[in-house]
Structure formats: C-alpha cells, structure tokens
C-alpha cells in the first residue's frame, strides 16, 4: 500500500517477498477451497480476503493475481460465500484512484 499512499517507490526486496508469500499462499489453495476449511470460509479468510483485494484494480490497482492462479480462485470462493462482500467492499470500490498500468514501477511524481 505504501507506493499508492505514499507515492514512493517499490522496494524490489519487499516486492519479492511479498510475491514468495503468494507463492507460499497459491501453493496451499492447491489444496484447499479456503486457508484453514474447505467447507466455508473462517476468519482467516474474512482477515485475509480485503488485504488481497484492495490490491487488484477494483482497489488500488497495484498488483495482478494472475500468475497466482489459486489466490484468484480463491478470491472468487469467499467472495461467493460472504454474500454481504461486495457491499463491504463498496466504499473502496467507489474512491477515484489512478490505476497504473504496470504495478511493479513506480508511480510518476505527477500521480
């Protein structure tokens, strides 16, 4: 979040270890509908789900699942399965961010 805040720049080692722990993440949904059930979400979802989606360009725009293929399947589950979710999500999906089109460079100093 800090490069959308506060405008600095990535730092590749956070980046890096931010995309070991999706890694780490995608590997366990290989497995799993949900991070600690297969039959319906847990609070770890409900804690883990908005940390997520607040990245993907309905929040921030700042990073793209894609190569994370069991994280989006993921994403997708619990937000079926928390029918309230995209009125919880709203007030975000409602700000006005400037998207940036590629999220591993910096944001410009005009941003």
């Known amino acids: 979040m800090r490069?959308?805040?506060?405008?600095?720049?990535?730092?590749?080692e956070?980046?890096?270890h931010f995309r070991n722990n999706l890694g780490f993440?995608?590997?366990?949904?290989?497995?799993?509908?949900?991070?600690?059930?297969?039959?319906?979400?847990?609070?770890?979802d409900l804690m883990l789900i908005?940390?997520?989606?607040?990245?993907?360009?309905?929040?921030f725009s700042l990073f793209d699942y894609t190569p994370y293929p069991n994280i989006v399947r993921y994403m997708d589950s619990v937000k079926a399965a928390v029918?309230?979710?995209d009125e919880i999500f709203a007030p975000l999906?409602?700000?006005?961010?400037?998207?940036?089109?590629d999220p591993t460079t910096p944001p410009s100093t005009t941003e």
Do not use: C, M
């Open 50 to 59: 908005p940390e997520l989606d607040q990245l993907t360009p309905a929040g």
């Open 25 to 44: 993440l995608n590997a366990h949904l290989a497995n799993s509908t949900f991070v600690a059930s297969d039959a319906h979400p847990t609070i770890a």
């Open 93 to 101: 999906a409602a700000q006005t961010f400037i998207p940036r089109t």
């Open 3 to 12: 490069p959308a805040i506060h405008k600095a720049p990535i730092n590749d």
């Open 14 to 16: 956070e980046l890096q």
């Open 83 to 85: 029918s309230s979710y």
